[in-house]
């Protein structure tokens, strides 16, 4: 979860963050990838992946952080092959391209909801990474929020951790 400090800098709630994500995620899905997802679960932060396709962006300004979608490769193939309108059988670089643009739209979407605060955030270019097994941290868990999206097979994270610009 976000620390005290975080949602201070902020001037929010834990409860309001995953609600902005959620909702950002779900219509983000929607529109681009064609999938109508159900409403998250917060879960705990996930270092270790095994078989995975791993998306990022940064942040950068009044506050720092990143913002990561972790969904197995099946799955990605599946998300990219729905967003291209093609069958992609491969883990090759349309997925990596669809999951970063993924990330990329959730990323400048999420960063809207404090820009009214008076936070200047800018985004960096998406970086993703695919493998077999890859250990991944993005931070402190105190500043990490962690949301699921669906169960078992074809589900998968978006993970924001937040920290204040030094």
Known sequence: ??????????????????EYLDGDVREIFSTMVGVELPSSTPVEAVTKFTDCVTAMVGLAGSYNGMIAIHAEQATALSFASQMLGMEITECDDDVRDALGEVANM?????????????????????????????????GAAPDTLTLAFGEGP??????VYLERAT
Do not use: D, W
């Open 106 to 138: 959730i990323g400048g979407s999420f960063k809207h909801h404090f820009v009214a605060n008076g936070h200047e955030v800018r985004l960096s270019t998406p970086s993703v990474m695919s493998g077999n097994e890859y250990v991944l941290s993005m």
């Open 154 to 159: 074809g589900h998968f994270l978006v993970c």
């Open 1 to 18: 979860m976000i620390s005290a400090a975080i949602l201070e800098l902020l001037n929010t709630t834990q409860e309001k963050l995953v």
